[in-house]
């Protein structure tokens, strides 16, 4: 729900002239007169915006004096700050109430995300779990079976934990055995996590609770689970404070959190996170370290004969997972140390350094998203040109044969390492998740589940382009939008990227996006620099003080599509999330002609401070830190969004989205960068803040408000894009 002190606007659209009325004098509203309605051009009011406060707070850095008069709104938890948020928040939503057809595409959102949802099954024991979802239930719910043809009853409801629906799952473990189930949750949407057990033969909770769990795994040994938790933060800093000395424990059942046996910790290096498994066999446990998001260290402890760790990997300058202990000290990793397309290698203990590690699935020209272990065989799974290729080979490691999927898309399997049937997921940008039921011994897969939408994805098409950015690289960008759209430079459109971490942006169904490709939207997603779609060398082209080559290939892709006519200037809006948001902010200062509209969501905005708060340190290791040397901070602050904004130029309509428990990207960020934009911008489009009350960085966030948040944002989108809006495809007025 939006939060209570909000007033929602009721007056009805101007009238529109020319219905026809009825022989006893009622008026009847027909389909085409109420579009006619909604699409009005009147003028829509922008409460003045709220006056800020100004603090003197100047920084120096390297001999440069940055000044930081909104240091203030760092502090989450004060009173003025609450009133900041309720101000921005009265003039955002006085906004948005006024845009005639809001209520109809929330209306509409609603049906097309009103269908059921399966995840793949995967098996425990004798049982298999599945989170299901009816339609618009908050949270998803997490099913149990015997076997594939027993009845489905009800696990765990999240929906029941909370009545804003603002709890969800977060992670789980089984034991050996498949009785006990630890599972975490997760509350306001904050990263932040609260460990639980239940026995699965009775469905009933244990007494044994951990707390302050983050960025952390449950690893089952014997009676027991391994986990990683912070030192509870000092009172009044949940969400801010800075998350040091992460550590690995052991909690027995049964007994208490202060007894849980410390594993793991590093008094030497507090910004270093650590992360722990046991293999299949429980014949050793694993810990992995990381400085950044980027690289990881690798240790082993046989935990059948003792002993100290092993080191397998003493840096961080790549990246290293173990999938399988195959005995005798031999076990087969995922790394992409000499292989930045990813590669799986074979490790012996007893010569555990790097140079030693021998080829078991070599690296190729394509890159290594993943490996299953299922049905006695390995199941690798392959990004080529952004879309799913999975491979299959026997264990050891001679290739077999490629599993056939439905189209030009992402596919993800789960499965047991010695059951004969797996499933695999399938969806597209079109095409809503898909479950298939796969047997290995005749390699043939049949549909599980296929949903069924009001979105009629046959009427539309998805194409994959290459695009030159501002150094000659090509880029590519898939483009959806519904058959027969004329390019003529006249269609709203909505281009998205993300460009950093590693992190690759897949071709992938989302019910947010069909109400806009409704309305004759284009959807541009383009494959950045930064992310991990052409492997690790594609990463780092990205990263650090290459990071402007993200922004150079974001501006090239809005320039394709105006060039070639999807869209103009006046009709493209641009968005991305959390480092994605700074993308989006990064953009719109640096060419703010390019747009008519941004949104910047969750986004990190002040680039010389956002190692100082929670996690955020972790990040440095992508984007470098201003304290470090002069020309980490130059290059920083050359594309800071909060740095950037200058005075007197008129910026895109702007509506920056946070959530006020983001413990990952913290709202200051949005906060300050918004403050400074409504100080500095000239013209008539709006600058915008919206902050959603008791919500996080975004996983977890209840369907209600991902409804409500995303019926604003199109909105927004579409009014200030001059888009003309058709409910007679889809919704119906029923005037």
Same mark, same amino acid.
């Given at each position: 729900m939006r939060p209570n002190y909000i007033e929602m606007n009721k007056t009805l659209p101007l009238f529109v002239a020319g219905i026809t009325l009825l022989a006893c004098g009622e008026k009847k509203t027909s389909e085409k007169d109420t579009n006619l309605e909604k699409n009005q051009r009147k003028e829509i009011t922008v409460k003045a915006y709220p006056e800020v406060r100004k603090d003197s707070v100047v920084d120096d850095y390297f001999g440069t004096l940055i000044a930081d008069p909104y240091r203030w709104l760092e502090n989450d938890t004060s009173e003025e700050t609450a009133a900041w948020v309720k101000a921005q928040n009265e003039v955002t939503f006085d906004y948005l109430t006024q845009i005639p057809f809001r209520e109809d595409l929330e209306k509409r959102?609603?049906?097309?995300?009103?269908?059921?949802?399966?995840?793949?099954?995967?098996?425990?024991g004798d049982h298999y779990f599945m989170y299901k979802n009816d339609g618009i239930q908050n949270q998803s719910v997490l099913y149990i079976q015997k076997g594939l043809d027993g009845e489905q009853e009800v696990l765990l409801d999240p929906n029941s934990l909370s009545a804003e629906g603002t709890t969800s799952l977060n992670g789980m473990g089984f034991s050996k055995n498949n009785r006990y189930m630890a599972y975490g949750i997760s509350k306001a949407g904050s990263d932040w996590v609260e460990i639980q057990v239940m026995d699965l033969e009775t469905k009933t909770l244990l007494e044994d609770k951990v707390n302050w769990v983050k960025f952390s795994g449950i690893s089952w040994y014997k009676n027991g689970f391994y986990y990683s938790s912070y030192d509870p933060p000092v009172e009044g800093s949940d969400y801010s404070g800075k998350n040091e000395f992460h550590k690995v424990y052991y909690h027995e059942l049964g007994t208490k959190q202060y007894e849980d046996v410390l594993v793991y910790e590093d008094k030497e290096h507090p910004q270093r996170n650590a992360g722990s498994g046991v293999t299949d066999d429980e014949a050793y446990l694993v810990v992995t370290t990381s400085e950044s998001t980027n690289g990881n260290s690798l240790m082993v402890k046989d935990l059948k004969n003792g002993g100290a760790f092993v080191t397998l990997v003493d840096n961080f300058d790549t990246d290293n997972y173990i999938l399988d202990h195959l005995g005798n000290g031999?076990?087969?990793? %995922?790394?992409?140390?000499?292989?930045?397309? %990813?590669?799986?290698?074979?490790?012996?203990?007893?010569?555990?350094?790097?140079?030693?590690?021998?080829?078991?699935?070599?690296?190729?020209?394509?890159?290594?998203?993943?490996?299953?272990?299922?049905?006695?065989?390995?199941?690798?799974?392959?990004?080529?040109?952004?879309?799913s290729k999975l491979e299959v080979y026997d264990s050891a490691a001679n290739y077999l044969y490629d599993i056939a999927l439905p189209g030009i898309g992402i596919a993800g399997i789960s499965g047991d390492k010695d059951e004969n049937t797996a499933f695999y997921s399938f969806t597209s940008y079109t095409t809503p998740t898909e479950i298939y039921k796969y047997n290995f011994d005749e390699n043939?897969?049949?549909?599980?589940?296929?949903?069924?939408?009001?979105?009629?994805g046959s009427e539309y098409v998805t194409e994959q382009v290459f695009y030159p950015s501002k150094d000659g690289t090509k880029i590519p960008m898939f483009i959806t939008y519904k058959k027969g759209t004329q390019l003529d430079g006249n269609n709203p459109t909505f281009l998205y990227g993300y460009g950093g971490f590693n992190i690759s942006i897949t071709p992938r169904f989302s019910a947010i996006n069909t109400v806009f490709l409704e309305q004759g939207g284009v959807y541009a997603v383009a494959n950045l620099r930064g992310g991990s779609e052409f492997g690790e060398d594609w990463h780092t082209a990205g990263w650090r003080l290459d990071k402007q080559n993200v922004f150079?290939?974001?501006?090239?892709?809005?320039?394709?599509?105006i060039e070639n006519k999807y869209t103009s200037s006046e009709k493209l809006a641009?968005?991305?999330?959390?480092?994605?948001?700074?993308?989006?902010?990064?953009?719109?200062?640096?060419r703010p002609d390019?747009?008519?509209?941004s949104i910047p969501g969750v986004g990190v905005l002040d680039m010389l401070r956002y190692h100082k708060f929670t996690i955020g340190w972790a990040w440095a290791g992508e984007y470098g830190r201003s304290d470090t040397d002069e020309e980490n901070f130059k290059n920083l602050l050359s594309y800071s969004p909060l740095h950037n904004v200058k005075e007197g130029v008129e910026y895109p309509a702007t509506m920056v989205v946070t959530g006020d428990h983001d413990d990952r990207v913290v709202p200051a960020h949005s906060m300050k960068f918004i403050s400074e934009l409504q100080a500095k911008?000239?013209?008539? %489009?709006?600058?915008?803040?919206?902050v959603d009350v008791n919500a996080g960085h975004g996983a977890g966030k209840p369907t209600e408000k991902v409804i409500e948040e995303w019926a604003d944002v199109w909105s927004f989108v579409l009014w200030n894009t001059k888009a003309t809006v058709n409910f007679n495809d889809g919704a119906k007025d029923e005037n």
């Open positions: 959102l609603t049906e097309l995300w009103n269908y059921e949802k399966v995840s793949a099954p995967f098996k425990k031999q076990f087969l990793v %995922n790394t992409n140390y000499k292989a930045p397309n %990813n590669r799986i290698c074979l490790v012996d203990i007893n010569k555990p350094e790097q140079e030693n590690w021998v080829d078991y699935i070599p690296e190729k020209e394509y890159v290594l998203t993943g490996v299953t272990l299922a049905g006695n065989k390995m199941i690798a799974n392959y990004m080529k040109n952004v879309q043939k897969a049949e549909l599980f589940f296929q949903p069924k939408t009001a979105f009629n150079d290939d974001f501006i090239a892709a809005a320039e394709y599509l641009v968005h991305g999330r959390s480092n994605g948001g700074l993308l989006a902010g990064a953009v719109m200062t640096q390019l747009m008519k509209v911008h000239q013209g008539a %489009n709006p600058v915008l803040v919206r």
